[in-house]
C-alpha cells in the first residue's frame, strides 16, 4: 500500500510540476534522416552526424513544484562537436507539434551557421552572430523564428519575478533573441541562465584519458541477434576514476553494531542479471555522471588488449615487401606520405577444395541464371567490312545521295563477332575481428562472407567477367594486411575455393589503405568499366587514433580517390548503424544495407547483376 500511495504521489506531484507539453512531444529518431540531410543542405559540415544529446545537471532556478517532484534538473542541450551535431533527444517545450518540429528545423540551420562565427567569442554571442548569418543566408525562415521567439518566451519566467541579477540576465537573453547582434555584454549573476531552446551550447571540455589506458574496441565481436535490435543512442556525461583499493572489510574501524551490514564495504558483481543491459541502461539513466574504470572489463575489451600477431611459422605467408601508402589527417588538412604500411598475405594452410556440400544446389542455380550474362556471337552493324550487307546503313546511305548530300561513306556490312563485357571487378571483404560476432543459433558473421565468397565466384566464373577476391584487416598503420584470394590473372578452381575456405576473423578495420590499395590494383585492369565492391560489418577502425571521424574522413579521401582513378565503389554492409555514416562515404545510392545478414549471398549477388546490366 505504501508502494502505491508514493507512485500515485510522484505521477501527481510530477504532472502538476511538469512546465512542457508531452502531447506536443516530437522526437529526434521522427526527424533523423531529415536533419542530416538539411543540414548538409544549410550548408554545415557533411563529416558530422547527428546524434542525441546527453543530459547534463543545468544548475538553475527551478521553482518549487519541480524541486519537490526532482524534475529539472538536467537538460538536453543543443551542442555540436568535431564529429556529431547532438540535438535533444525529444521536443515539448513548446505547446505545439508544429512549433516544436520547427524548433528541430531552427537548431539545424543554426548549427550550419556555427562554421563560420567568431571561434574565441562567448557562447551568447557566437549563437546572435550565427541567428544574423542564418537570417541573412534564408529569409523564409524569419516569420518562423519570430513564432519560435514568442512561443520561448512565454515558456520563460518574467523578470520581474525573478532577482535582481536573474532578471537582468533575462532581459538581455529577451533581447538578444528579437534584435540578434544587439547585446554586447553579457550580465553577470549567481546562478546560471535556465536553459535557452532556441541557442547551442559550448561542447563539455573532452575527458582525458588515463596514462596507459587503451581505449575500448568497436571492432571486439559482439552479441547479436538474426533480428534487428533497437539501439541504445542515449548519449550520457563520464569521467575516468581510480579503482578503490581491496582492503578486507574486517580491517575497517566499524562499530560493533554495524557488523551485521559489513557488506557494504564488498564490491559485489552480478553480471549474470536477467536481463543486464536493460537494468544497466535503467542505472545510467539515473546516474548524471558515469564513472568508468579499467577493472570490470568486458571479455570483449580484454581481446583488444590482449591481441598480437603470430608467429612467423604460424602467420600467412607474405607476399613481396609491401607497399606503403598515404593517409588523410582531417583535423590537419593533409595527406601524410607513405604513414601506412600494407603488406599482401596469401594463406598458409588453404587446402584445395570442392565447393561445400550445403552450397552446391544454390550455386547450380546461379550459375544456369549468370550464364546468360556470358560473351556469345552476335551481329555488329555498320562495319567497314564484314559477312553480309547492312541493309538499313545502306538505305540511310543512299537516301543521303538521294538528297544531294555528300555525307561520308559509313560502314555498309554486318560481321559477325564475340560481343564481350568489358567489365572487371575486385571484391573486397572486411575480415576483421567483429566478424567473429554471431549472427543467430547457426552461424557468424565470418561464415556469411564465406558463403557469399563462394557463390559469388561461382557465378561470376559462369559469366566469365574478370574479378579478383581480397580481404583485408589491420593492426595499427605499419601492419594493415590484404588477404588475396584470387587475383585478377588466377582462374577459379580448387585452389581459389581452398583460400576462401581459409579465412578467418583478423585485427580491425583500416579502411583507407585497405581501399588505396584495391584501388591501385583494380586500376591496372584496362576494362572499360571496373566495379570496386567493398564488404564490410562495421565502421573504420584501428587501435590507434584511428576511429570516430579521423577514420571515416580518410576512407572518404581514399573513396574519392577511387572514383578519380575511374572506378566505381559501392558498398555493402550488415551494419544496422550505415545510415549514420555511409551516405557521406559513398553517397545516397552508393551503398545498400543487408538488414539480415543470413541474405547477405543472395543480395550480393542480386546487386551485382544490377551494377553491371
Known amino acids: 500500500m505504501e508502494e502505491q500511495i508514493g507512485a500515485l504521489w510522484h505521477r ?36 558530422l552526424r547527428v546524434a542525441p544529446a546527453s543530459a547534463q545537471p543545468q544548475g538553475a532556478r527551478r521553482g518549487w513544484l519541480a524541486r519537490i517532484a526532482g524534475i529539472g ?31 528541430y528545423l531552427w537548431l539545424i540551420a543554426l548549427a550550419a551557421a556555427h562554421d563560420v562565427v567568431e571561434p574565441d567569442a562567448p557562447w551568447w554571442a557566437q549563437n546572435q552572430q550565427a541567428t544574423q548569418i542564418t537570417l541573412a543566408r534564408y529569409p523564409g525562415l524569419r516569420s518562423r ?50 536553459p535557452v531552446p532556441l541557442w547551442l551550447y559550448p561542447p563539455p571540455a573532452p575527458a582525458t584519458t588515463r596514462p596507459g589506458r587503451k581505449e575500448a574496441s568497436a571492432d571486439a565481436p559482439r552479441p547479436t541477434d538474426s533480428q534487428p535490435v533497437e539501439r541504445d543512442r542515449q548519449r550520457r556525461r563520464a569521467e575516468y576514476t581510480d579503482l578503490p583499493e581491496r582492503q578486507s572489510p574486517f580491517l575497517l574501524p566499524f562499530r560493533a553494531e554495524s557488523l551485521l551490514s559489513w557488506a557494504e564495504f564488498v564490491r559485489v558483481n552480478r553480471p549474470d542479471d536477467d536481463d543486464p543491459a536493460a537494468d544497466a541502461g535503467r542505472a545510467a539513466n539515473d546516474m548524471p555522471v558515469l564513472s568508468i574504470t579499467q577493472d570490470g572489463a568486458s571479455t570483449a575489451a580484454r581481446v583488444r588488449f590482449d591481441l598480437d600477431l603470430p608467429s612467423a611459422s604460424e602467420d600467412d605467408l607474405p607476399l613481396g615487401p609491401g607497399l606503403p601508402f598515404p593517409e588523410w589527417d582531417y583535423r590537419k588538412q593533409k595527406l601524410l606520405p607513405d604513414y601506412c604500411a600494407v603488406q599482401e598475405m596469401l594463406a598458409r594452410r588453404a587446402t584445395p577444395c570442392e565447393l561445400p556440400l550445403v552450397l552446391r544446389r544454390a550455386a547450380q542455380r546461379l ?16 562495319q567497314p567490312d564484314g559477312e553480309e550487307l547492312d541493309l538499313d546503313a545502306w538505305v540511310r546511305y543512299a537516301a543521303d545521295r538521294a538528297s544531294g548530300e555528300s555525307g561520308y561513306e559509313r560502314g555498309l556490312y554486318r560481321q559477325l563477332a564475340r560481343q564481350e563485357r568489358d567489365l572487371a571487378c575486385l571484391l573486397l571483404a572486411d575480415l576483421s575481428l567483429s566478424t567473429d560476432a554471431w549472427v543467430n543459433n547457426h552461424g557468424r558473421v565470418i561464415e556469411m562472407i564465406r558463403d557469399s565468397l563462394f557463390l559469388f565466384a561461382e557465378a561470376l566464373a559462369a559469366t566469365g567477367d574478370r574479378f579478383a577476391l581480397y580481404g583485408f584487416s589491420s593492426r595499427k598503420r605499419q601492419h594493415v594486411r590484404v588477404q588475396r584470394i584470387k587475383s585478377f590473372t588466377e582462374r577459379y578452381t580448387a585452389t581459389i575455393r581452398g583460400r576462401i575456405n581459409a579465412i578467418k ?19 591496372r585492369q584496362t576494362a572499360a568499366r571496373r566495379l570496386l565492391l567493398l564488404l564490410t560489418d562495421g565502421k573504420p577502425n584501428d587501435l590507434d587514433h584511428y576511429e570516430g571521424r579521423y577514420g571515416i574522413e580518410d576512407t572518404r579521401r581514399a573513396l574519392i580517390e577511387a572514383r578519380r582513378a575511374g572506378l566505381h565503389p559501392f558498398c555493402v554492409t550488415i551494419d544496422q548503424e550505415a545510415d549514420d555514416y555511409l551516405p557521406y562515404l559513398f553517397g545516397k545510392d552508393g551503398f545498400v544495407l543487408v538488414r539480415h ?17
Open 12 to 47: 501527481w506531484i510530477t504532472r502538476v510540476a511538469q512546465r512542457s507539453a508531452p502531447e506536443a512531444t516530437v522526437t529526434l529518431a521522427e526527424i533523423e534522416k531529415t536533419a542530416g540531410l538539411l543540414f548538409r543542405a544549410f550548408g554545415g559540415d557533411p563529416g
Open 73 to 103: 534538473d538536467t537538460v538536453e542541450p543543443a551542442r555540436r562537436d568535431r564529429e556529431t551535431l547532438q540535438l535533444p533527444g525529444q521536443l515539448a517545450v513548446l505547446p505545439s507539434r508544429a512549433l516544436n518540429r520547427d524548433l
Open 145 to 194: 523564428y519570430r513564432r519560435l521567439v514568442d512561443a520561448v518566451l512565454k515558456t520563460r519566467t518574467p523578470p520581474a519575478q525573478l532577482p535582481p541579477d536573474e532578471a537582468a540576465q533575462e532581459t538581455a537573453l529577451g533581447q538578444a533573441l528579437q534584435e540578434p547582434g544587439s547585446v554586447a555584454q553579457w550580465p553577470a549573476a549567481r546562478r546560471p541562465l535556465p
Open 367 to 382: 550459375r544456369r541464371q549468370f550464364e546468360v550474362l556470358r560473351p556469345a556471337r552476335g551481329w555488329r552493324s555498320a
Open 505 to 523: 576473423p583478423g585485427y580491425y578495420t583500416r579502411m583507407g589503405a585497405a581501399v588505396r590499395y584495391a584501388t591501385l590494383t583494380l586500376g
Open 597 to 613: 545478414p543470413e541474405d547477405l549471398p543472395r543480395q550480393l549477388l542480386l546487386l551485382y547483376t544490377r551494377l553491371t546490366a
